[in-house]
């Protein structure tokens, strides 16, 4: 019977690359997001037209959706998630009627 292998994490990999690695300094305290991942930032203009770009087309999509709004970690700059207003009637199945009916 062989040696079962242990686990492979992302901290496992990390420790392989750099032997001084430290699970506990590879999260961001402010947000709790891995420093080593590719996020996008607040200040990146690049990472905003992302943003604007799936914003309007989640707009176009969803026609109950009044409004989208990004949120940013407020220490760092990190998009955290992207915040929605439904609007309440229309996802109900309610319409405005005109008023000639």
């Given at each position: 019977?062989?040696r079962r292998p242990?686990?492979?994490d992302?901290?496992?990999?990390e420790?392989?690359?750099?032997?001084?690695?430290?699970?506990?300094?590879?999260?961001?305290?402010?947000c709790?997001?891995?420093?080593?991942?590719n996020?996008?930032m607040?200040?990146n203009?690049r990472?905003?037209q992302?943003i604007?770009?799936?914003i309007?087309?989640?707009?176009?999509?969803?026609?109950s959706t009044?409004?989208?709004e990004?949120i940013?970690?407020?220490?760092?700059?990190r998009?955290?998630?992207?915040?929605?207003?439904?609007d309440?009637?229309?996802?109900?199945g309610?319409?405005?009627?005109?008023?000639?009916?």
């Amino acid at each position: 019977m062989g040696r079962r292998p242990n686990k492979l994490d992302r901290a496992y990999f990390e420790r392989k690359k750099d032997p001084k690695y430290d699970d506990l300094d590879a999260i961001t305290k402010c947000c709790g997001e891995p420093k080593t991942q590719n996020a996008m930032m607040k200040g990146n203009k690049r990472d905003w037209q992302l943003i604007e770009k799936h914003i309007e087309e989640h707009l176009r999509m969803y026609s109950s959706t009044k409004s989208v709004e990004p949120i940013f970690c407020k220490e760092c700059g990190r998009f955290q998630e992207y915040l929605c207003e439904q609007d309440v009637d229309q996802v109900l199945g309610y319409r405005k009627k005109d008023d000639r009916n």
